[in-house]
């Protein structure tokens, strides 16, 4: 009985401990990450509409599990570029598109040469869907 409870509070030093650590680490690395998720949210607003009149590159982004804004045009030559704005892994396939697993703040593009309709979904999340419509 006593053993247990010294192993018990052995177990909660280190997880002390550890938390302790985690701690600094996240205040040394947590300068890079604010700017880049400004960037991004700059970018993708400016995108709203889901137009891509006016830029070479056109921006999605992926949020709570959904491709903002789900439903994009663009023009013949356009790229895409997907970027992944959620803790978890996240990828764009389908239509002959297929991308790496994307962590969070990592981006993916695609150049659409040709007129069609490409529709994409999350192969880990394959309830995710999106589409990009390329007009010539
Ligand atoms: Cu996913």
Partial sequence: M???IIIFLVILG????VGCVDDE???????SV????VDNGVAA???ETGTGTGSDIVKVEIRNYRY?????????GQTVMWTNNDTVLHDVV????????????????YTFEEEGSY????????????EVIVEA
């Fill in 2 to 4: 006593r053993k247990e």
């Fill in 14 to 17: 280190v997880f002390f401990a």
């Fill in 25 to 31: 680490d996240s205040d040394e690395s947590e300068p």
């Fill in 34 to 37: 604010p700017v880049e998720e």
């Fill in 45 to 47: 607003g400016a995108e």
């Fill in 68 to 76: 903002i804004p789900q439903n994009i045009t663009v023009k013949v």
């Fill in 94 to 109: 389908g239509s002959g598109i297929e991308s790496d697993y994307l962590q969070k703040g990592e981006k993916f593009t």
């Fill in 119 to 130: 529709q994409y979904i999350c192969s880990i999340h394959p309830w995710m869907e999106g």
